[in-house]
Structures are given as C-alpha cells and as structure tokens.
C-alpha cells in the first residue's frame, strides 16, 4: 500500500457498530476479493473488498474475517485468516502481512489470527456453536458483474456444508454503517479530495489547444501517483468538444481544440476511500458567451441543489426538486418551451433530454457507494452534487461536481476550495 497507515480503531469501531445490530448467536464471515486473471499468467491489480476493508483494514488478497460476538471462547468473537507467507512468495511477490502486523492494521488480537489454509479446521469450533450465519453479497442497485466473486462462491460452499444453519444477508446491514462516515473516514475522504484539488490545478497551466486528451489523463496519473493515492478513483473520463455528450466516455484519444470545452470527471484515491470531481473547461482558456451562459446554469443548478442535501430531506423528494431548478435554467437558454413544460407528463420530465441522470451518489469506499435511497438524509452522509447540461446538437456538454458531507446543521462542500467560477478558471488558465 502507499498511504499512511490508519488508526486500527476506526476497524475496531467499525466491528463494535456492526456486532450491535446483528441477531443473537450469529457468525458473519467476509471474504477478501479474488485477484482476476487478464490473459496467461497475468493478473489485475488487486482491489479489496471494501466490507473486509471496512471492518479490519487488511489490504491484502485471500484474507477471511470471521465475526462471533457470542462465542464462549473469546478468542473466536473476532478471528482473522491471511494468507501465510514464504521465502519463496516473499522473494516473488513481496512482503505479506505478519500475525503481529495484522493485529497493528485491525486491532484483533495476534492469538485470534490464523493463516487461511487453517479456515476449516478453526471455523468448525465456531460454526456449530452459531444458529445464523450472515454472509455477504453484492446488493449495489447498479451492480450487473456476471463474474463469480470470491463471497458468491462462499455462499453456495456453506449452504451445502451447512445446510440446517439459518442464513441472513449482511449487505443490507453493512449499507446502512457504511453510509455514515465516521471522522477518520472524512479524513481520507478530504486527503483524496485534497490529492484532486492538485491534480486539477496542474490541469489549468497545462490544457491548451492541440493537446491530447491521454496527455491531460497522464498529467494527473503523475501528480495523482506522486502524492501516495494507488491512482484514479475511476475510469478517468476527459471528454472535449461532443464527446463530453457521452455520459461515461473514456478513450480519451482525441485532439483538444480551440474552441472546445473539455469535461473532465476525474479524481483520485486515497487509503481506499474516493473522491469524485467534474470540471469543465475552455480548451483555450476563455468561454464563448453561449458557453458561459450554460456554464452558468448548470453552477447555478449545483449550487441550489447543494442547498438541498441537508438531514431530513429524501432522495425523491430532492431529486424532484434538482429536476424543477433545471426546468426553470434550460428554458432561460432556450433549450426548452416554458408552454411545452406545463404540459408535460410529470413521470417524463422534458429537462431529462438534456440532464439525463441523476444529480447525487453516495460517496466513499465505492465512488458509487452503497447505501438506501429511501433513507432520510443524515448527518455524517457523503453525496456528489453534479448537474449537468448536454446539448448534442451544439456538440456542448458541462458538468460540475462536487463532494458534500452532510452535519447536523446543514453541509460542508469538500471541494469548496477547488476553483468552479467562470472567471476564477480563466484567470488561472490565462496566467503566464
């Protein structure tokens, strides 16, 4: 890992909010995510899972957690299973966590970690003492992978091993820790926050007409890697002219010209937690005045909206109401008849051909992270803010975005500090 080793008691603190909501004599078993194979021997990068991330810290692959608060054996209530190491895989691979580093990262006693090839033998002293077992799935709304995971395979193995055991889904718990961060989450979240902020403004002195967009994207993998972040949040999309139409462009192998606005939705990662920023620039440093004009909506929109993510309010309700600001700026550009609008179908919305998604995402461990829409807004909760107006037939589209925290008496804007003003961005691209 490159960043800074963080404090055992967030994982720790992480273990004591989820033993409190689980059912009485239950276990809960988390595995880490496979490495997935590329072609021959090759592999991708690894990516923890993020609910084994967030309950123990270890950033490392064949790792298993195994939670029992009831056990009559304290040395069961809290078990962790890594992958025993060797000269050979040392010399390899590299180093892998020792027992003792494992108890530093995750706060669980050294006399609770076994090596992974031991999980059989261990778990069968736990399991028969548990009426439940919790296991994890992935539950996200969006998720659509047809590859079988390292825990789907764990849900089919313990059905047949353990068929009279009652089984519970863990998701739906992890879902609702997960969408309140605790303060050393923040302080990830801003440190990756901060690394963008950098990022972005190495951008400024750096986008000109006739430069590439992978050469923009390699700009910000430099300063992004320089700083200890494992790189891009995500697929960095740096979309100029028309593409900045398509929602999720990523080839990024285009020529910048004068006169283009470029998107850039591009942001770094840090310890595993992600930020998530949208800007939108003028290729040559100024905005034409129809660029300024829909610019300006769409900060507007932003702004308004960000007024929205306070505790009480609900995702439809907010989501509506985004969806009315629009209204209103798209018919001030012209883009839509104010006539046309009143008679609308409401499930329809006309201001959908020009801001086709939705305005705000949980943020966190996942870009997208997890969490339930139908959950009042609460304090401790990170959402994007990101209006957007895209108009095809002007070969335009402008995005801004935003990472907001919500507290008990309104919001703290995360990137408040990174420039998003019209004159703001051309005074610093502009500067020799």
Not at 271 to 298: C, H, I, M, W
Not at 357 to 379: C, I, P, Q, W
Not at 391 to 404: A, C, D
């Amino acid at each position: 890992m490159k960043y800074t080793a963080i404090s055992n008691e967030l994982f720790s603190r992480n273990r004591r909010r989820l033993t409190e909501l689980l059912k009485p004599k239950s276990v809960v078993v988390l595995n880490a995510n496979d490495i997935m194979p590329t072609n021959a021997d090759g592999t991708m990068s690894f990516r923890q899972n993020n609910d084994l991330f967030y309950l123990s810290g270890v950033d490392q692959e064949e790792t298993i957690l195994v939670l029992f608060p009831d056990h009559p054996d304290e040395k069961f209530r809290e078990v962790l299973f890594l992958r025993e190491t060797s000269e050979l895989i040392e010399i390899w691979e590299g180093h892998k966590l020792t027992k003792e580093e494992a108890e530093q990262t995750s706060g669980i006693s050294r006399k609770s970690v076994f090596w992974t090839h031991e999980f059989e033998k261990i778990f069968i002293q736990m399991v028969f003492e548990a009426e439940r077992i919790y296991l994890n799935t992935n539950e996200h709304t969006r998720n659509s992978s047809e590859v079988e995971t390292r825990e789907s395979r764990g849900v089919r193995q313990f059905r047949e091993k353990y068929p009279l055991h009652q089984y519970e889904r863990l998701a739906p718990l992890m879902h609702y820790l997960r969408a309140i961060k605790q303060p050393e989450e923040v302080t990830l979240l801003s440190e990756a926050v901060r690394i963008t902020e950098d990022g972005f403004r190495r951008l400024l002195k750096f986008i000109k007409p006739g430069v590439w967009e992978y050469e923009i994207e390699a700009e910000l993998l430099h300063e992004f890697v320089r700083q200890r972040s494992r790189g891009f949040a995500y697929q960095p999309i740096i979309a100029s002219g028309a593409n900045a139409c398509v929602l999720h462009y990523i080839e990024n192998n285009r020529q910048c010209r004068d006169g283009d606005v470029i998107l850039l939705d591009v942001a770094a990662e840090y310890g595993n937690y992600n930020a998530d920023l949208t800007r939108s620039l003028p290729v040559n440093g100024r905005f034409t005045e129809r660029q300024k004009a829909v610019y300006q909506a769409v900060l507007h929109v932003m702004k308004e909206a960000k007024k929205l993510l306070v505790p009480g309010n609900v995702w439809d309700d907010y989501h509506k109401e985004v969806g009315s600001i629009m209204e209103s700026q798209l018919i001030g550009l012209g883009l839509l008849d104010r006539h046309d609008v009143e008679k609308q179908d409401p499930d329809a919305p006309l201001y959908r051909k020009y801001f086709m998604h939705g305005t705000s995402h949980f943020l966190g461990l996942d870009v997208h992270d997890v969490g339930n829409k139908y959950r009042k807004f609460e304090a401790g909760m990170v959402f994007t803010c990101e209006p957007g107006i895209y108009i095809r037939e002007e070969g335009l589209g402008i995005r801004l975005e935003n990472n907001i925290l919500i507290t008990e008496t309104g919001n703290i804007d995360l990137m408040d500090s990174i420039p998003v003003e019209v004159e703001e961005i051309e005074d610093l691209m502009n500067r020799k």
